[in-house]
């Protein structure tokens, strides 16, 4: 296990591939220690490989488990005097489906995952924010926080959730000099992607597929300013404006157009035959 050394610390969960994974490789070459916590120790491992073992310290995760994620915790704090610049909770799992016809346990394994274990580790990290000047707790969203998708609707419930979350302890948690921040990334070539749904992709646009070190360039941007909601790509605000002043119209374009219109007309003609 490394020790940070005086280095200025991150701990990210969902560490092992993906945006947690270049995350943790940017901020290792920008000279920080990087903790890494993630359920797929394999992947973490030849992490630890890639950047060094006095590089960090990784450790197997379950975000949904609150003990263990304060055991964690005390293991990333031991290896940095007690300090955390950054708390990146960006571990998260997809279920596609509609709603109706979804396991109910697969309902909350996806709520349990994106936002409890959100909570738990904002809730059990903050001693070491607060005694940590200029902290931030950065949290993944995504781009189905703009509007509520239909394929993906407790997926995109939890990201509201985290969405809101994040706006209002922004201004909690000021009163300890914590910043809070979010990413809401588009269409991210990671794992959590069905097979072949980056490489079917609009080649632009604000849904082409965008590679994971792009998220994580945004985390290393939103450590030095103060914004409070990072798009990836940045035309997803526009996206996010638009499903606030006109819910109706975004909802209509959604329901009759792209791949989701097409899915529902697919499911209609199959109850009709």
């Known amino acids: 296990m490394g020790s940070a050394n005086g280095r200025k610390s991150i701990f990210i969960t969902g560490a092992a591939s993906g945006m947690g994974r270049e995350t943790a ?121 703009t509007y509520g998708m239909p394929g993906i609707a407790v997926y995109s419930a939890t990201k509201h959730a985290v969405k809101g979350l994040t706006e209002a302890l922004s201004i909690e948690f000021r009163r300890y000099g914590v910043r809070a921040a979010d990413v809401l990334p588009g269409l991210i070539d990671t794992p959590i992607l069905p097979p072949g749904a980056a490489a079917n992709a609009p080649k632009d646009g604000m849904f082409r597929a965008i590679p994971p070190v792009e998220v994580a360039k945004v985390v290393w941007e939103a450590y030095g300013s103060d914004k409070l909601h990072w798009y990836v790509p940045p035309e997803l605000a526009e996206l996010d404006k638009a499903a606030g002043n006109m819910p109706e119209l975004v909802r209509e374009q959604i329901a009759t157009t792209g791949p989701i219109a097409a899915l529902l007309k697919a499911a209609e003609d199959a109850k009709a035959g």
């Not at 609150?66 to 940095?80: N, P, R, S």
């Not at 005097?81 to 950054?86: E, L, R, T, V």
Request: hydrophobic letters at 45%; a negative charge.
């Open 25 to 145: 490789k940017l901020f290792h070459e920008k000279g920080w220690f990087v903790g890494a916590f993630d359920q797929n120790l394999e992947g973490l491992t030849t992490l630890e490989a890639e950047i060094g073992a006095g590089n960090c310290l990784i450790r197997r995760l379950d975000v949904t488990d609150k003990k263990d994620y304060e055991k964690a915790l005390a293991e990333f704090g031991a290896a940095t005097g007690g300090k955390m610049d950054i708390l990146f909770n960006n571990a998260g799992i997809g279920a596609g489906g509609f709603f109706d016809e979804m396991a109910f346990e697969d309902v909350l394994k996806v709520v349990n995952v994106n936002f409890i274990g959100v909570l738990n580790g904002i809730h059990s990290a903050m001693p070491l924010l607060k005694a940590t000047p200029n902290a931030m707790c950065f949290t993944t969203s995504s781009s189905s926080a």
